[in-house]
């Protein structure tokens, strides 16, 4: 249970980090709300997308630092992670290498935003079909299983 501990601080200091980038970010980005539909529309989600991964960062970091207080929901956790069939299902989904693509798309979109409108309507479009083909295997897969 000690290494799990030691994984779950590993894990609260990566978020910290990237809570701090994600931050740092959002310091730069401006909304400019005279632009045009199109580039108004790229600004709020870049600004949306940084905003929501920033809670769902803070989420996960509370979540840890309170079951690393509490032993009863630190064996919960334990065993939630440790799941043998849920781990299953991860690795038929192929959840590891889908994150990777959807992240890589979304920052890709959020790039490519700044530069040209048709690249990053198309990115986005692909995230979501990536996105949609993966919670379909999940599903697919629990239903299975």
Known sequence: MEDF???LQTRVIILAIGLGCISATLAFISIDFTASPAEGFQAGFQF?????VSLVMVYYMFKTI???KNPKQLKSLYISEMDERKL??????????MNIVKFGLIFGA???GNFNDIVFFTLLGACFFVLFVHKFLKFYYLKKY
């Open 5 to 7: 501990r030691k994984k």
């Open 48 to 52: 949306g997308v940084s905003i929501a």
């Open 66 to 68: 309170s079951a690393m």
């Open 88 to 97: 299953f299902i991860m690795q038929k989904s192929g959840s590891l290498g």
């Open 110 to 112: 959020i790039i490519a």
